[in-house]
C-alpha cells in the first residue's frame, strides 16, 4: 500500500468516527503512514574506524595462546633421527645439546661486547641438500628443550620451503603473506606445537618479489618486532643456500649470528669461501659440519656440530 493510499485510509477512519479532520489531523494521518516505510528505509549506522595504533594495541594484548595450532607427529621426527622432546639423551640430542650451547650464550649476553640481534640465528649452507632444514628443525627442538627460552622456528626458504615439509604438515599463510600485506598481523600466522615452548612461521605463499619483501622496510620492522617483543625468545630461520638464491643473502644483514651447514666429503673449499663471502657483514659466523662418517663404526659423527644417526638421518636431511 502506497503512502497516499494509506492516508486516504486514515481519513476514512476518522469521518466514520463523524470527526471532521482538522489540518492537524491530516498531518498526524500523513505521517503515521509514513511510519512503516520510514523505518525500513532507516539506514544502518557505520561502526566507526579503528586507528592502525588502536589495531596494533588490540594484537598486542593477545594472549599467546590466541594463535593457531599444528601438531607434530613426535613418533615420525624419532624416525627420521631428530630430535625430540621425549628422548633427551639420546645420540643425536646430546650432540644439538653441544651445538646450540654457544649459540645461546651469544644470544643471551648482556656485557658491552653483546652483539645487537644475536637472538636472531638463521641456518643455510651453501647449496642445496646439506641439512640446513634438517639442522634448523634439530636446533629449534633442542633449544625448545631449555628452560629459560622460547623458539621460533621461521621458514625463511620461502623459494623452497621445507620446513613444514620435514615436519609432515601442509603448507599455511605465513612470512611472505605478512610482507606483502595479504596477513594483517604477525600473530595471525603464528603457529603453535605441541612441543612446549615451540612456535613456527611458515614461509607463506610463493611470491615473485621475495627478495624485494626480504630488503624492505616491512621486513625490517617484522624482525624489530620478532626480536624484542619476548626477551626470552630465540628465533631460529631455515634460509636458502647462499650460492642459490639471493634471498638469503639479504636475509643475513639482519641477522645476529650465521650458521653454515657443510656436508663432509661433498662441499668444496671454493664454495665454502665463497658463500662466507657472501655474509661478512654478519658478526657472528659459525660453522656445522655435517654428514661425517666415524671410522671405526661406519656411522656418521657429529664431532659436536653435526647429527650422527645413521642412514635415516642422512636420507631425510633437507
Do not use: W
Amino acid at each position: 500500500m502506497s503512502l497516499i493510499e494509506r492516508a486516504a485510509q486514515r481519513l476514512d477512519q476518522l469521518k466514520q468516527a463523524s470527526a471532521e479532520p482538522s489540518d492537524e489531523a491530516l498531518q498526524q494521518a500523513v505521517a503515521r503512514a509514513a511510519e512503516p516505510a520510514a523505518a525500513k528505509a532507516a539506514p544502518v549506522p557505520e561502526p566507526a574506524p579503528v586507528s592502525e595504533a588502536q589495531s596494533q594495541a588490540a594484537a598486542a594484548s593477545l594472549p599467546a595462546h590466541a594463535s593457531r595450532g599444528v601438531y607434530i607427529d613426535l613418533a615420525m621426527l624419532e624416525a627420521k633421527g631428530m630430535v625430540t622432546p621425549d628422548r633427551p639423551r639420546s645420540a643425536i640430542a646430546e650432540e644439538y645439546r653441544v651445538i646450540k650451547r654457544p649459540l645461546l650464550r651469544n644470544a643471551t649476553d648482556t656485557s658491552e661486547a653483546r652483539i645487537e640481534n644475536a637472538n636472531l640465528i638463521m641456518i643455510t649452507s651453501a647449496m642445496p641438500g646439506e641439512g640446513k632444514t634438517f639442522s634448523a628443525i634439530n636446533l629449534a627442538v633442542s633449544m625448545a628443550m631449555e628452560l629459560d627460552y622460547t623458539v621460533l622456528l621461521v621458514d625463511a626458504d620461502v623459494s623452497r620451503p621445507s620446513v613444514f615439509r620435514q615436519l609432515g604438515l601442509p603448507p599455511e599463510r605465513g612470512l611472505m603473506d605478512v610482507l606483502a600485506g595479504d596477513a594483517t598481523d604477525l600473530g595471525d600466522v603464528l603457529l603453535r606445537t605441541n612441543i612446549e615452548k615451540l612456535s613456527i612461521l611458515p614461509a607463506g605463499m610463493p611470491h615473485a618479489r621475495a627478495t624485494e619483501l626480504l630488503a624492505s622496510e616491512n621486513m625490517n620492522r617484522l624482525l624489530k618486532q620478532m626480536a624484542t617483543r619476548y626477551s626470552d625468545r630465540i628465533i631460529i630461520f631455515d634460509s636458502p643456500p647462499l650460492l642459490v638464491t639471493t634471498e638469503s643473502r639479504v636475509l643475513a644483514t639482519h641477522m645476529g649470528q650465521v650458521v653454515v651447514v657443510v656436508e663432509a666429503e661433498r662441499t668444496t673449499h671454493a664454495s665454502i669461501k665463497q658463500a662466507l663471502a657472501t655474509i661478512e657483514s654478519c658478526p657472528i659466523k659459525l660453522m656445522m659440519l655435517n654428514k661425517a662418517r666415524r671410522q671405526s663404526h661406519g656411522s656418521y659423527y657429529g664431532y659436536g656440530y653435526g647429527y650422527g644417526y645413521g642412514e635415516t638421518a642422512r636420507e631425510n636431511a633437507a
